[in-house]
């Protein structure tokens, strides 16, 4: 074989060699993606406190419904209806959200019955947890009122309801674990506060100023 020959075969295998190597080290630097971290569901941090929380306040959210169906019918007062259609549009998606979270964490998730009576709940807890719940509203009494008397009698009630669920709230945000839940606690006590403040206003309206 001649020289030329030998140099340029030692050649084209340097080449080939240095392709190889080339393609391997491409191959050894490339590694299989990280899978993202997998963060935990913040609501699956929960305590018994949001459990019962969420039970009586779905409960009680559907008492107020029940009350705002009746002042949507019988309300003569154009005020009170629009306070009762507004508590709708806020109490009911609510009920959607937290009935959610109850069958997320494998929890009862409390209704009406067609008697309207209240649905067993957990015994009461130790001082500074969850309070119990207030009685029902007399419903009946409510459904016999007409005109200004139906008016005054829904929102004297809607008031003392409206208490009911700003003290649960506060007793959420005070012993709750669950971030979602005691932000929703929150939502609920400002909410009420404020339609508390407006009910009572619609009672005892301030007197125009006089000139």
Same mark, same amino acid.
């Given at each position: 074989m001649s020289q030329a020959v030998r140099s340029a075969a030692i050649a084209a295998a340097f080449i080939a060699a240095t392709a190889l190597s080339g393609c391997a080290g491409v191959q050894s630097t490339q590694s299989p993606p990280i899978p993202a971290a997998v963060?935990?569901?913040?609501?699956?941090?929960?305590?018994d406190t949001d459990v019962q929380f +969420? !039970?009586? %306040?779905?409960?009680h959210h559907q008492q107020a419904l029940m009350m705002a169906r &009746?002042? @949507?019918a019988k309300a003569a007062d154009a005020d009170v209806k629009q306070l009762a259609a507004q508590i709708?549009?806020?109490?009911?998606?609510?009920?959607?959200?937290?009935?959610?979270?109850?069958q997320q964490w494998g929890k009862p998730v409390p209704s009406m019955g067609p008697g309207m009576a209240l649905p067993s709940m957990s015994?009461?807890?130790?001082?500074?947890?969850?309070?119990?719940?207030?009685?029902?509203?007399?419903?009946?009494? +409510? !459904?016999? %009122?007409t005109g200004q008397g139906?008016?005054?009698?829904?929102?004297?009630? &809607?008031? @003392?309801?409206?208490?009911?669920?700003?003290?649960?709230?506060?007793?959420?945000?005070?012993?709750g674990a669950n971030p979602a839940v005691k932000q929703l606690a929150e939502k609920i006590q400002a909410d009420q506060s404020a339609q508390i403040e407006q009910?009572?206003?619609?009672?005892?309206?301030?007197?125009s100023p006089t000139r």
């Open positions: 963060q935990p569901s913040p609501t699956q941090q929960f305590n +969420l !039970q009586q %306040m779905i409960v &009746m002042a @949507a709708t549009q806020e109490q009911a998606p609510e009920i959607e959200q937290m009935s959610a979270w109850l015994p009461p807890m130790g001082p500074g947890m969850m309070p119990s719940m207030r009685p029902m509203p007399d419903m009946g009494r +409510l !459904q016999n %009122m139906f008016d005054q009698m829904f929102l004297q009630m &809607m008031i @003392a309801h409206h208490e009911g669920a700003v003290t649960m709230a506060k007793a959420e945000i005070a012993g009910m009572r206003q619609m009672l005892n309206p301030s007197p």
